[in-house]
Structures are given as C-alpha cells and as structure tokens.
C-alpha cells in the first residue's frame, strides 16, 4: 500500500523537493539564479517526460520504491547530513567562486565579493575580503553562494582583521575600496623579507624610511609580481593612493614611514587573516583535522588536479591527528622561506636523492627557524606522495605551497595568448640582441 501511495504521489513530491533544494535560501545573487533556474527548468523537462510515458502498475510501484530512496538520498545530499560532505549547491557554488578566484581578473572578483554597493560603486566588507582570498575547502557548512554569512552571524572572527584595516581606511567607514583591494592582496602575496628589499632601492638617504611619494614608488614595484595586482586596469593615481595614509605618513603626506613600522603593519595583517582561516576550518575544541589541514592545503593547488587531491584527502578523514593553531602559523612562517625550501629540495632532486621529512624538517628548521611537527608532516607527505613510497611529488609540492605562501594570488590572470605574445617579444628581443653586431 505504501508503495502504491507513493507512486501516484512521486511527481508532486519531486516537485516538492525541487523547491525545497532551490530556494532553501533565497539570498543568492544574478550568476546564482541563472545556475539554479537551469536546475529549475531541467526539473520541468524531467516532469513532461514522465507525464508523457506510460508506465504499467509493477513499473509504477518499482519506481516508487526506487523514488523513495533518492529522496532520501537527495535530501541527505543537500541538507549534507552525510558529516562532513558538502551539498551539492555548495559543491556547485564552490568549485565556481574557486574558478573566479584562480581565473578572473581582479575587477570581476572584486565585483563577485563586494556585497555594499553604493551607486554604481562596491566596497567590501573585511569579511568579504577574507571569502574573496579563501579558497573553498569542499567541506560542508563552508562560506559559499552568500556574502560573508558566517562572519555576519559572528563578527567577533573578523574583529582582529577590522582593527588592522582601520589604519588604512582613511575615510573611517569600515569598507574597503578596489584601490584597497589590490594593495591588501599585494601586502599578502610577497613575503616581507622582498619588502625590505624594495624599501632599501627606494631609500635615496639611507636612513631606512621613505617619503610618501617614495612608498609609491616601492608598491608600484610589487605590484610588477602580484599577478592579481598587475592584471589590474583600474586608475593608475587611485591604485597608487591606497596605503598613503596620515598614521604612517601624516595629514599632509609629510612625514617618512620607516621599515619596522611597515614591517610591524605586514605581521599584524598575515596573523589576522592567518587566524581567521584558520577559525573557519577548526573545530569546538580549537584544533583541525588532518583531512581538513589538507583540504585546505590543497585548495590553493590547481584546480585540473582537485580530483586527485580529493581522492587523497578523504582517506585522512579518520587519521587521529589534530593541527593547533600554532603548527598551522609555523608552517606558513616555513613559506617566507619557500625559495630556500625549493633551492634544497631541487637540490636533492637534481642529485636523485629522495626529499624525506627529516630532510624536509631539517631544510624549513635552517631556512626559517621552524621545527615542524610530527603531524604537520606526516599530512604533507601524505598529501604529495602520490605513490606512497616515502617520496615528495616535487612539481606538485612547490606549486600548491607557492599558492598558500601567496594567500592564492601567484597565478597569472592573463589569458594564455596574451602570455604567448609576450613570449613572442622577448624571443624576439633576445634574438636581436643576438645578432646586434
């Protein structure tokens, strides 16, 4: 009987549950109501269908025991009762954001993120920015589809991050402009130890400071080797404007910033937006799983592997591992040192030797002063050694921790015929200057 119940009523309980998954939360923006009105329509052409076959009673009743399961299942799916799997509109909502963070430029991310709009204007809000530099983590429950919910539910998360870009919002109002944008993201992308190196070209007198103008002049530099920020086509005068503000230069621009009070500002900000990425994968107890340290390791790899990498990953869901927030600060101190890191571990390559932990624990200990632990290395190794023979996978290593040392910003954001014409040039200028008597 029930199954006979079910079946004549299959098609309104489909019905049904296609609104339920589609508007359980109905803030969603323009690009999200073009992906599920397609859901919404392939629902529609699936109802026809069934409306026009003529299925017998056995068929009918089949159907329905058949139906009965996949409700079930779909509303595991999307509610994600299933632990920790994400739902199917989160996994579509962030394997999209995931793409605009790698591919767009950095207007359309801007854009996507900003959630204030004034006029034809947008600002973000700090909580914006950090969804706009995060990487979805394939974790259910994550930030994806609505602007900055988590951290509207608990802005005390964002709070160390607001104090720290209070010192540059020279208007006061808590927002942060596309000019601001792409200096936070330049602050974040290169590692403090290039900052000096700027700051000294720059210093004419020596006397460690540099004027206003000279600041300028310096970030112009960096932005040369943030990919996101030379991507930018914004006003030139604004983009230089952002981060000229009177706590570091005075009211009127006359006074000169030092580089410990920059260098101060730098760790202030990579330790908040540490901290913050951290809190948003952590647990009650204030600690991470190793899947969820991996996960989001991996998140800053390319997204052609993320197959792999979550195939991987969920095989740690039950290793007893736990990542503090002080492991989890520590190896990311190790990624200012990336460049030595990769100098030892090509090293070892070249010479065919195997890059072990202990090798890889000695090489972060005499680059940045770190010990790693044991946990920390064994989800590493465990992530990059694809063959499980004790061994590294040197390429994939380097390029998934150059996009966490950069916060996610160290891919190219031009198309790939724009760098082919620039190859081109420089082949081109390489040439003549070859042949130039």
Same mark, same amino acid.
């Given at each position: ?10 098609? /309104? ?26 859901? %919404? ?6 109802? &026809? ?27 595991? /799916? ?61 974790? /259910? ?43 936070? =993201? ?38 040369? =080797? ?5 991507? %930018? ?8 404007? #952002? ?78 591992? &736990? ?20 100098? #030892?571990?090509? =090293? ?13 624990? &000695? ?46 910003? =160290? ?9 082919? #014409? ?16």
């Amino acid at each position: 009987i029930f199954i006979i119940f079910m079946s004549g009523y299959w098609n /309104h309980i489909r019905r049904a549950g296609s609104r339920c998954a589609i508007y359980a939360r109905p803030q969603y923006n323009m690009v999200q109501q073009r992906q599920f009105h397609g859901l %919404q329509s392939s629902a529609r052409n699936t109802n &026809r269908n069934e409306q026009k076959s003529n299925s017998t009673y056995w068929n009918s009743a089949a159907f329905a025991v058949g139906a009965v399961s996949t409700v079930f299942f779909t509303y595991q /799916h999307f509610t994600g009762k299933e632990g920790n799997t994400p739902t199917y509109k989160e996994q579509i909502f962030g394997k999209y954001e995931n793409r605009i963070r790698e591919m767009s430029a950095p207007e359309k991310i801007f854009e996507y993120f900003a959630s204030v709009k004034n006029g034809k204007e947008s600002f973000m809000t700090p909580a914006d920015f950090i969804r706009a530099i995060t990487p979805y983590n394939y974790k /259910h429950g994550a930030d994806v589809g609505l602007n900055g919910s988590k951290f509207n539910e608990n802005p005390k998360i964002i709070d160390p991050l607001k104090e720290i870009l209070q010192i540059i919002d020279q208007d006061g109002d808590g927002l942060i402009s596309f000019p601001e944008f792409i200096f936070f =993201s330049t602050l974040l992308s290169i590692p403090v130890k290039y900052f000096h190196v700027a700051f000294n070209l720059f210093d004419e007198d020596g006397n460690g400071s540099v004027s206003a103008q000279e600041f300028k002049a310096v970030m112009r530099l960096l932005r040369q =080797s943030n990919p996101l920020a030379k991507a %930018q086509r914004s006003d030139k005068d604004s983009i230089d404007a #952002a981060g000229v503000c009177p706590l570091f230069f005075g009211e009127k621009e006359d006074k000169e910033l030092d580089f410990d009070t920059f260098k101060g500002f730098l760790i202030q900000l990579r330790d908040a937006v540490l901290k913050i990425q951290f809190t948003m994968i952590a647990e009650d107890d204030g600690t991470v799983s190793a899947r969820d340290y991996a996960m989001n390791l991996a998140s800053y790899g390319n997204l052609r592997n993320m197959s792999d990498y979550l195939t991987r990953v969920e095989k740690l869901r039950n290793h007893p591992a &736990r990542i503090t927030f002080e492991e989890y600060h520590a190896f990311n101190t190790v990624l200012e040192s990336l460049s030595e890191i990769n100098f #030892a571990l090509s =090293s070892f390559v070249s010479m065919g030797e195997p890059f072990t932990k202990s090798q890889l624990r &000695r090489a972060a200990f005499a680059a940045a002063d770190v010990k790693l632990s044991d946990d920390i290395l064994d989800v590493v190794f465990f992530l990059f050694d694809k063959d499980g023979d004790g061994k590294l996978d040197y390429h994939e290593f380097v390029g998934v921790l150059e996009g966490r040392q950069s916060f996610g910003f =160290s891919k190219p954001r031009d198309s790939g015929f724009v760098r082919f #014409a620039s190859c081109l040039k420089h082949c081109w200028e390489d040439e003549n200057y070859n042949t130039t008597p």
